[in-house]
């Protein structure tokens, strides 16, 4: 190998390592934030997936808002879909600090435990829970995953002939390498497309220089340009609103029945209030929101948006390939199963690196970190993800500050993943992994006796027995090591 | 409806990607034990990338052209993947 394709693979092998330690646990928890509402419904048990008509959704909305809102300017509707039961009601002052409520069929709320639901995995993916921060740590991260894929393509001599090359039964490493080569060329366009949109998406977080110059720096200056806002000014005098179903259904005049995700009234109770109603994206490929205005008390429409500029779709077709919401639950499937490929892809590439040191018998503080580290961002992970589900349903339901218990269970389940693995090496791997498939045997269990098992749950039960099922047979793998 | 376009873009996209591994000198020793002549090599890979495009169709059909082809091109590990589990699980594999 001459001096260029040496310095390739060693940033290739260095560069994916060493990001492999966030990248694998970022593509695990992007995989679980394509089920974002149905774990959070795994993770509310209180809530009945009883289908509720839309237009009966509005009705109980309304009279709760009533009931609770009446003082609060802000009004949210969120209509059940196939994906989210109940009707979400919030009301308050401010757009970021209302409170919330889930409404049952009979329209009373649900009494809930307090849990960041699925999100969690959505704010983990993209921010590690860091905020501003954190969105730069992943923006350079995926960066150098591009750079990771683009050298891994120019060190892969043989891609076209070793194509679908696959030899399970040669010795360990090159069996790890088939692995490693044939997920990572069979996902490419996978993997391209989602990094490389990931990335856009970051981008204003550390390329700010347009929005600056263009927008005198206000953050909110590109998204004012692209929605079209229909506000108005409180007239300060009373006034009935129409019943909130004939706004849905004018909305649905427009954008057709069933199509309507939410509603918001602004300014409720005044002469001058609003009815927004935004339409579903999940049959668009670019992530935009259609959405319509009413006067909330004589019912004209005041204004509408349905088509967008040319860069609003440009940038939110990208935002779309990545967040998935369109083409329902055969598309979902297919990029869960992607991520999660992705993430394998990773791992049999760490233990190709981690192999050829341990074949050198390079048995020294770094050999042992690297060895550590790389187990805890694979299988620790795992363990984290499932001791966060399993947290959910074992913390008492009235625990004060519930949410925050079970991101420590996550955290905690991950460092002590990580110690396990600085201190019994490369043995861990084994014991992790089993322990990970049988306790994501055991969910459905636990699903079961703490209150689940609804038809939703137990599909995510059905997902999490597969899991483990293949993290067992993956387990054989890990033998101690004769070739 | 769309579980139906699904299940057979996935099935034609797994014969064409087995077409086109059978196109293959080495998988074609593996498959028939002998190398391919060169008509049957054309074939076979022109089959193979017939099958991926027809794959298209249903994809098509099920999801309009932009959300449609970002499946297929989805569906399309699965297929390398199931053909390569296929080729090691067979009699010959190294």
């Known amino acids: 190998m001459n001096a260029l394709g040496k310095a390739w693979l060693g940033l290739h092998a260095w560069g994916g390592m060493l990001f492999s330690w966030l990248l694998v646990p970022i593509f695990v928890a992007g995989s679980l934030a394509v089920f974002e509402p149905e774990i959070g419904h795994w993770m509310r048990p209180e809530i009945d997936v009883a289908p509720i008509a839309p237009s009966l959704a509005a009705d109980l909305a309304e009279r709760r808002l009533h009931e609770v809102g009446e003082a609060a300017p802000l009004w949210r509707v969120r209509l059940p879909t196939p994906r989210e039961a109940g009707v979400g009601v ?55 995953m591009l750079a990771a894929i683009v050298s891994g393509i120019f060190i892969h001599h043989r891609i076209l002939r070793d194509f679908f090359t696959f030899r399970p039964r040669a010795n360990r490493r090159r069996a790890w390498l088939d692995a490693h080569n044939l997920i990572g060329v069979a996902t490419l366009p996978f993997l391209l497309l989602i990094t490389y949109s990931g990335v856009m998406i970051l981008a204003d977080t550390f390329m700010p220089a347009a929005t600056q110059a263009l927008y005198d720096g206000k953050p909110g200056g590109p998204r004012a340009d692209a929605v079209k806002a229909f506000s108005r000014k409180a007239s300060g005098e009373p006034a009935a609103m129409l019943p909130l179903r004939e706004h849905l259904a004018a909305a649905e005049r427009i954008f057709g029945p069933g199509k309507v995700t939410s509603l918001t009234v602004r300014l409720a109770g005044d002469r001058h209030a609003l009815v927004q109603a935004h339409r579903t994206v999940d049959d668009r490929l670019g992530a935009v929101a259609d959405h319509v205005t009413f006067d909330a008390v004589t019912g004209a429409l005041l204004g509408q948006q349905l088509s967008w500029n040319p860069m609003t779709y440009a940038y939110r077709a990208q ?94 389940a991950w460092v002590l993943a990580l110690g396990h693995a600085l201190w019994r090496g490369f043995p861990a791997w084994r014991g992790q992994l089993l322990l990970a498939g049988w306790l994501a045997l055991l969910l459905p269990v636990l699903d079961l006796t703490t209150g689940g098992g609804d038809a939703w749950r137990l599909a995510l039960d059905a997902t999490a027995v597969v899991c483990g099922g293949l993290l067992l047979a993956a387990t054989r793998f890990f033998r101690k090591e004769s070739s | 409806m769309n579980a139906l376009y699904a299940t057979l873009a996935f099935l034609l996209i797994v014969a064409g990607m087995a077409a086109l591994a059978i196109g293959m000198a080495q998988h074609h020793r593996q498959v028939f034990g002998r190398p391919p002549g060169v008509v049957q090599r054309a074939a076979w890979r022109g089959a193979g990338w017939l099958l991926l495009a027809l794959a298209l169709a249903p994809c098509w059909l099920g999801w309009g052209a932009s959300m449609g082809s970002v499946l297929w091109v989805g569906l399309l590990a699965g297929g390398v993947l199931v053909v390569a589990g296929a080729l090691a699980a067979g009699p010959k594999a190294g």
Not at chain 1, 92 to 98: D, F, I, K, N, Y
Not at chain 1, 117 to 142: N, P, Y
Not at chain 1, 384 to 405: E, H, M, T
């Open chain 1, 319 to 412: 935002v779309g390939l990545h967040v998935a919401h369109f083409g329902g639950p055969v598309v979902r499937w297919v990029y869960f199963v992607s991520g999660l490929l992705g993430a394998a892809m990773m791992a049999a590439g760490t233990l190709v690196f981690l192999r050829k040191r341990r074949q050198r018998h390079d048995t020294g503080a770094v050999s042992r970190v690297l060895e550590g580290c790389g187990c805890a961002s694979v299988a620790g992970i795992l363990l984290a993800c499932l001791a966060y589900l399993g947290s959910n349903r074992l913390l008492p339901a009235g625990l004060p500050s519930r949410d925050a218990w079970e991101v420590a269970a996550f955290f905690a």
């Open chain 1, 90 to 144: 919030s009301w308050g002052a401010q757009p970021r600090q209302l409170t919330e409520e889930v409404l049952a069929a009979d329209g009373r709320p649900v009494p809930l435990r307090a849990t960041h639901g699925g999100h969690f995995f959505t704010d983990f993916h993209a921010e590690l829970m860091l905020g501003k921060s954190g969105r730069w740590i992943v923006g350079v991260i995926g960066i150098v």
